[in-house]
């Protein structure tokens, strides 16, 4: 079946450096979502992108989608403590459920 | 709104127990899931459903039962409860197929004993 893979597992940073999170696919993909998930909370969506070679940002958060559609990357410019949590990709071919990778833990040294 | 909603908060069965994890939503979505989240190990979907009525199974059903009578609720049935299925579980629901963001409930942590 469909296998969506996420590295790095962890990532501890200081406050204010870059942190990168990359997200591969086994098949092309229809879109890919991003997910955060807070220490003790639940799933919030972050963004979904649908095309290919598509870049999207959202303040200090820039998401890209490949142009092959089996890749993608989240990268967060200067850190803050408020960024601590898990980031998860996810994603689907047609119609089927989203399959979700295994996330990325960030950790953010103020 | 309330969004999802998941009863209950946390939860504690002996080995064998059964129980029902309760799931519903206001936001009139036709689509809902049910995942469980290890350690680690991210999100794995159990069961969904595309409508009152229908019901599919996810990547890992087995020792889980689903039902769907109405378009709010999507309950989560344990029979015969195991160590194997300590787990904290999500219920999501999205307005239709996977290309559309899911929203999420609070998760109900289970630990079987």
């Known amino acids: 079946g469909q296998q969506v893979m996420q590295i790095p597992q962890y990532q501890h940073v200081q406050e204010g450096e870059d942190f990168t999170t990359y997200c591969n696919s086994s098949t092309t993909l229809s879109n890919i979502q991003w997910y955060k998930q807070r220490p003790g909370g639940h799933p919030v969506f972050l963004i979904q992108?649908?095309?290919?070679?598509e870049v999207k940002k959202q303040k200090r958060l820039t998401f890209q989608f490949g142009e092959a559609k089996k890749n993608s990357s989240l990268h967060i410019t200067a850190t803050q403590t408020t960024d601590v949590g898990t980031y998860f990709c996810?994603?689907?071919?047609?119609?089927?459920?989203?399959?979700f990778g295994k996330g990325t833990r960030l950790s953010v040294i103020a | 709104n309330a969004g999802v909603t998941q009863t209950p908060k946390f939860r504690i069965l002996k080995i064998g127990q059964s129980m029902t994890l309760q799931c519903t939503q206001d936001m009139n979505h036709n689509y809902m899931y049910w995942y469980r989240q290890d350690p680690g190990m991210g999100l794995k979907l159990i069961y969904y459903s595309v409508g009152a009525g229908i019901t599919d199974k996810g990547e890992v059903p087995n020792g889980y039962n689903v039902s769907r009578s109405t378009t709010e609720d999507f309950p989560l049935r344990l029979e015969l409860a195991a160590p194997s299925q300590t787990s904290v579980y999500f219920c999501?629901?999205?307005?239709?197929?996977?290309?559309?963001?899911?929203?999420f409930g609070p998760g109900t942590r289970l630990t079987v004993t």
């Open positions: 996810a994603g689907n071919s047609g119609n089927t459920p989203l399959v």
């Open positions: 999501a629901s999205n307005k239709g197929p996977s290309a559309y963001e899911q929203y």
């Open positions: 992108l649908v095309k290919s070679g």
